[in-house]
C-alpha cells in the first residue's frame, strides 16, 4: 500500500469516477492507475470500485470505509505541511474565500483592506458562488473559510460562528405609494415583488414571513445579486426587498428605503471552516477581522 494508491482512491469522486481523469492529476497514464488499484485491492483481498465491464460505477461497502481513512490521511497531509510554513512564520500563501456576492461587496472590502495591511505577500482568492454549492467548496478543500447566510447548518465536520445579524428592507422610486405609507406585508404581497433567488441572502425568511400570515408571494424577479434587483425596482418592476446592507444611501439616493425588521425575522450571516483543519496564524487573523467587522455593523 502506497500513497500513490490512495490519492487515485481520494480523486475518483472528484471526477466522476473517471479513471482517465483521475491518473492525469497523478501525471500518470490511466493503465497505470488501474494497475494501482488492481494491487491495493489484491492486497486488501476485495474490490474497493463497483464495476460495469470497464466502467466504475463508485466504490464497494469497503470502498467507502477505506474512503473515511483516506480523508483523514489527505487532512494530515494538508495540515503538515501548513503546521510547517506556520512554525517558519511563512507570511506567504494564499487565502481561499468562498462567498455570495452580496458578503464579497458589501462586508468583505474591510476586513481584506485590513489583512492586507498585515499580510502583503498573501495572495487572496474569492469565489462567488451559491451557498449550497460554497460549503461543497470547503469539502473538496477548494476554500479556506466559506460566508453566507443561507445553508449554513450544524455539521461535526464544520466550525461555523456567527458573524453579524441584519435586517431587509424593501426599496421603492421616489414618489411611489409605499414611500409614505405605513408598510405591512398586506400592502407589501399586494405589489410585484423583486428578491433574492431562493436559498440565497434570508430569501428563506422573507417566505416564513408572508407564510405566516397566510401571504402569497407574487415574485416577479428573483437574483442572487443586490444590485440586479435594484435595477429592476428602477425600471418599475416592482418592490425590490433586499438586504439592509445593500442600501447605499450615496448610490441609491433615488430609491427609498423602508426597514422591514419589524415584518420579516432578522437573518444571521456566518463564516465556517473545517473542525479538522488547521488554520494558519494569518486565516486564524483573516477571521478575527471579520468577527470584529460584524461587530462593528449597524444593525443593517
Known amino acids: ?14 471526477t466522476q469516477f473517471n479513471l482517465s481523469k483521475a491518473a492525469d492529476k497523478v501525471n500518470i497514464v490511466q493503465s497505470a492507475a488501474s494497475r494501482h488499484i488492481q494491487l491495493l485491492e489484491e492486497e486488501l483481498g476485495s474490490p474497493l470500485l463497483e464495476r460495469h465491464g470497464k466502467k466504475i460505477l463508485g466504490f464497494t461497502p469497503l470502498g467507502e470505509r477505506v ?5 483523514g490521511i489527505d487532512l494530515a497531509k494538508r495540515n503538515i505541511q501548513t503546521i510547517a510554513d506556520d512554525y517558519q512564520a511563512n507570511r506567504n500563501g494564499a487565502l481561499h474565500i468562498a462567498t455570495t456576492h452580496t458578503q464579497a461587496k458589501y462586508l468583505l472590502p474591510e476586513p481584506i483592506r485590513k489583512f492586507r495591511e498585515q499580510f502583503p505577500g498573501v495572495t487572496i482568492y ?5 451557498p449550497g454549492e460554497i460549503i461543497d467548496l470547503l469539502y473538496r478543500h477548494e476554500a479556506d473559510i466559506a460566508i453566507c447566510t443561507e445553508k449554513m447548518e450544524d455539521s461535526e465536520k464544520l466550525a461555523i460562528k456567527p458573524c453579524y445579524e ?3 428592507v424593501a426599496i421603492v422610486p421616489q414618489g411611489h405609494a409605499l414611500a409614505t405609507a405605513k408598510v405591512t406585508l398586506e400592502k407589501l404581497a399586494s405589489y410585484p415583488l423583486l428578491t433574492y433567488s431562493p436559498g440565497y441572502t434570508g430569501r428563506s425568511n422573507i417566505e ?6 397566510g401571504l402569497e408571494l407574487d415574485i416577479t424577479l428573483s437574483a442572487a445579486d443586490s444590485d440586479v434587483i435594484k435595477t429592476y425596482v428602477r425600471l418599475g418592476l416592482g418592490v425590490g426587498i433586499i438586504s439592509g446592507a445593500s442600501y447605499e444611501p450615496g448610490n441609491d439616493s433615488d430609491l427609498v428605503c423602508i426597514d422591514l425588521a419589524h415584518l420579516i425575522p432578522r437573518s444571521m450571516t456566518k463564516l465556517a471552516y473545517l473542525k479538522q483543519l488547521y488554520l494558519p496564524t494569518y486565516l486564524r487573523c483573516f477571521i ?13
Open 208 to 213: 416564513k414571513a408572508f407564510a405566516k400570515q
Open 288 to 300: 478575527d477581522e471579520l468577527l470584529n467587522a460584524g461587530v462593528g455593523r449597524p444593525a443593517a
Open 166 to 168: 441584519w435586517n431587509h
Open 1 to 14: 500500500m502506497n500513497f500513490s494508491q490512495l490519492e487515485l482512491l481520494r480523486l475518483l469522486p472528484e
Open 67 to 71: 474512503m473515511q481513512e483516506i480523508e
Open 126 to 130: 474569492m469565489v462567488q458562488s451559491s
